[in-house]
């Protein structure tokens, strides 16, 4: 008789295009028919791809859940081939995949720091809209088995807000992906929203509060540390960007350690704190590009962060397949002594 799958829970982060390795960790995780995901909390590009997973599993299970992810990061790279965002020659020649010497994007960022969107975007564009709107039926999220909890930031109170699967709309997704020097913030239910990276990226609480899971996977998309001194002005924003997308998630982690330490193992919520498992899927290889490439959509680049998420995937696999739902592979307790 076989075992019953095991339940996973996924945490995603956001970063832009980065996204495209999540894509590829779950595409590699999903062809895994002993794994189940229970919930998934995502923010900005870990939400569309949370929702787009599930989604395309309640249409066609795994193979449906990899056929949507698929499609929309394919429709991504179209609406980016029309976009002036593109590589310049001397990127191209230098094979680098930065947009930091392009000129829509320099001006870009220029005028990003004079004026707000409600100025450079009067008719509130977003490519994204159209894009969700071809890949993702929110209204089937209601009734997906797999949780999914989005995050968005209030702008009024700096609070951050999770919406479940039967809130979701294109506008949740949107605000958790809406980044204020270049989208005007998103109204729900009368309150204003921006990117929810700034206040849980992901959040990670309700994974534990309400999945039956025990064992959490972590895809981090933007690097915790950097070795080299950033020097110049753009390498500079691009480090406190990464510090401040990350912050949220390393207090959480935090907190989770030590309220699994002090938890009663027993019975009720104190068990659900104690028996939780943490691991983290990432790679190195995204601290080589800079933060302008998280704009850039082409499908070579796109195709190759997806191959390197399946890749790092499949290490993670072959190193811990056996400890999922055994023990934890990232240690989180060390980031008490940072406290």
């Known amino acids: 008789m076989a075992a019953d799958p095991l339940l996973i829970d996924l945490a995603l982060q956001g970063g832009g295009s980065h996204g495209a390795f999540t894509w590829g960790v ?22 569309m791809n949370a929702a787009v997973l599930a ?48 000129p829509a994007y320099v001006f870009m960022d220029l005028m990003s720091r004079l004026l707000s969107p409600y100025a450079l975007n009067p008719l509130d564009f977003n490519p994204l809209r159209r894009i969700l709107s071809q890949s993702v039926d929110c209204a089937r999220l209601a009734h997906a088995p797999i949780k999914l909890f989005i995050t968005a930031t209030s702008v009024r109170t700096g609070r951050g807000r999770i919406f479940r699967n039967a809130e979701i709309t294109a506008d949740v997704l949107l605000a958790s992906a809406c980044l204020p020097t270049m989208f005007r ?34 895809v981090q998309i933007n690097p915790r540390e ?20 990350n912050a949220p998630l390393m207090k959480e982690l935090r907190m989770i350690a030590l309220l699994r330490q002090v938890a009663d193992p027993g019975t009720g919520e104190g068990a659900r704190w104690a028996q939780m498992r943490t691991h983290r899927i990432t790679t190195d290889a995204l601290a080589k590009f800079g933060a302008s490439s998280k704009l850039n959509g082409e499908w070579e680049f796109l195709a190759m962060l997806r191959d390197e998420g399946r890749h790092a995937a499949d290490e993670f696999l072959k190193a811990h397949a056996g400890d999922l739902g055994r023990r934890s592979t990232a240690d989180i307790d060390v980031l008490l002594a940072e406290c």
């Open 185 to 218: 913030a998103v109204a729900i239910d009368g309150e204003e929203y921006w990117d929810g990276g700034y206040a849980g990226n992901p959040t990670i609480t309700p994974l534990v509060r309400e999945s039956d899971a025990h064992d959490t996977i972590l």
């Open 55 to 102: 989604d395309g599993w309640v249409e066609a299970g795994a193979p449906g859940a990899r056929r949507a992810l698929a499609n929309f990061w394919q429709l991504v790279s179209r609406a980016a081939a029309f976009s002036p965002l593109q590589r310049s020659p001397l990127d191209r020649l230098m094979g680098r995949w930065t947009l930091d010497t392009s």
């Open 226 to 245: 950097r070795a080299d001194l950033p020097r110049s002005a753009a390498d500079i924003l691009n480090r406190l960007n990464e510090i401040s997308f």
């Open 26 to 47: 779950l595409d590699r995780l999903l062809e895994e028919d002993w794994l189940s995901i229970a919930a998934i909390s995502g923010t900005s590009a870990g939400a």
